[in-house]
């Protein structure tokens, strides 16, 4: 009898297919740890450069930043920019520019309209002009100044009751034939207010206020109406 052959065991077809599939698992497996590890160690490695960053960025400015809690919305850089500067001009409170308007405001002395003019009449000069107001009507200051005199002046000039105001420019102001007056010498007054009433005393043929600009408190009398006019005030 001839020996026995050694028998071999002839491998099943599916063996090759699995030991493929358990290499190319392995090597899947290999792969995703190493990717796993190198995003670790790139996190670690990054931490402690942006921490670094934001503590010079602190120390540079002088700006500390608070951490954001996780429901906090982001704050938008216009929430946080500087204001830009107004190029507007500043603007003065209401009451503050009435007064500003007010300083050195002209104004007529009265509303009446003018009857007679200034210059020569009935043979001698008329040194001033009369508003044809009725009697009673109010008389007005027509600019900020100091009463420098009042009182009743007769004789050749016959003014009647008189007030004289002295004005901040060296002119003075007379309202004549008052039938009353409302102040008295020292008094401060502005422009616009009323410091007496028309009246017809002195020598007159009715009532009206007879009106002066003078160079002094008792002379120098000149045209009022284009100093008036000069001084912005519509006669």
Excluded at 23 to 29: H, I
Excluded at 35 to 53: M, T, W
Excluded at 152 to 170: A, K, P, R
Aim: charged share 15%.
């Amino acid at each position: 009898m001839p020996p026995a052959q050694p028998s071999h065991t002839q491998p099943s077809p599916t063996q090759p297919r699995r030991r493929s599939a358990l290499l190319v698992r392995a090597v899947l497996l290999t792969a995703c740890g190493a990717g796993l590890a190198g995003l670790a160690a790139h996190g670690h490695a990054q931490a402690p450069q942006l921490s670094a960053v934001s503590t010079s960025a602190t120390m540079a400015t002088g700006i500390s930043i608070e951490p954001r809690a996780p429901h906090e919305a982001p704050v938008s850089a216009a929430a946080v920019a500087p204001p830009r500067a107004s190029r507007s001009r500043a603007v003065l409170p209401k009451k503050a520019a009435k007064e500003v308007a007010a300083h050195d405001a002209w104004v007529r002395p009265s509303s009446a309209g003018i009857v007679s003019p200034y210059g020569m009449r009935w043979g001698r000069l008329h040194k001033g002009v009369d508003f044809g107001a009725h009697y009673g009507a109010p008389i007005y200051a027509i600019g900020d100044g100091v009463v420098v005199g009042t009182g009743y002046q007769s004789g050749e000039s016959g003014y009647g009751q008189i007030t004289i105001i002295e004005h901040s420019n060296g002119y003075y102001s007379a309202y004549a034939h008052q039938s009353s007056y409302l102040v008295h010498p020292g008094d401060h007054v502005t422009a616009g207010e009323v410091i007496g009433y028309v009246g017809a005393t002195g020598e007159v043929t009715g009532p009206h206020l007879h009106f002066e600009i003078r160079t002094e408190p008792h002379g120098g009398q000149i045209n009022p109406v284009p100093w008036l006019r000069a001084h912005g005030v519509d006669v």
